[in-house]
């Protein structure tokens, strides 16, 4: 005699929404620009110095990257010298930011969640993934709750088997 059992997906009953930000991840290599690499004996920049670097170098090097600019020295840079080298980047580079690779992955995804609908979410049950394979920065996750909190239904973070609530309308 055989048993059948029905297995019944409580989760895909539920009606909740899964949104996974690394969706979202651009494309695309990243680059850390240290400026402190064009600075004389690590402590200032020469601009005749710089000036001809500017006029050598390989822009197109950069071409279809995401740079983020700074300088880990601690140096005084002027903001001219960020200047041409976002003008000389810009040609070629998907992404030109001032900052380290963290303020890079914040506007990368910033830019992507300003460009979503999210209308769709109105009135619903939405799961925020967590734990993937891909490095998402905690300004996405801050930025997407605060986008969703105007609009969702409930907010959980985690997957929809174990999540941690975040935020439940009255």
């Not at 197109?60 to 200047?83: F, L, N, Q, R």
């Not at 080298?85 to 992404?95: D, S, Y």
């Not at 990368?108 to 979503?116: A, E, H, I, S, T």
Request: proline share 4%.
């Amino acid at each position: 005699m055989e048993v059948q059992e029905n297995i019944i997906n409580r989760v895909a009953e539920s009606g909740l929404i899964s949104f996974d930000l690394a969706e979202l991840y651009p494309a695309g290599e990243r680059i850390f620009y240290d400026i402190k690499e064009n600075l004389f004996h690590g402590l200032m920049l020469r601009e005749k110095d710089f000036r001809e670097f500017i006029k050598e170098h390989n822009w197109e090097s950069y071409s279809g990257k995401h740079i983020a600019i700074g300088c880990s020295a601690d140096a005084i840079v002027p903001t001219w010298a960020y200047m041409l080298l976002a003008n000389k980047m810009a040609p070629f580079a998907e992404t030109v930011v001032f900052g380290d690779l963290e303020v890079l992955e914040t506007i990368l995804f910033d830019r992507k969640l300003n460009q979503l609908d999210f209308e769709k979410y109105r009135d619903q049950r939405i799961v925020i993934k967590g734990c993937g394979e891909i490095h998402i920065p905690n300004s996405a996750y801050i930025e997407l709750t605060a986008k969703l909190t105007k609009i969702a239904k409930s907010i959980m973070y985690g997957e929809p088997c174990s999540t941690v609530p975040i935020f439940k309308r009255k």
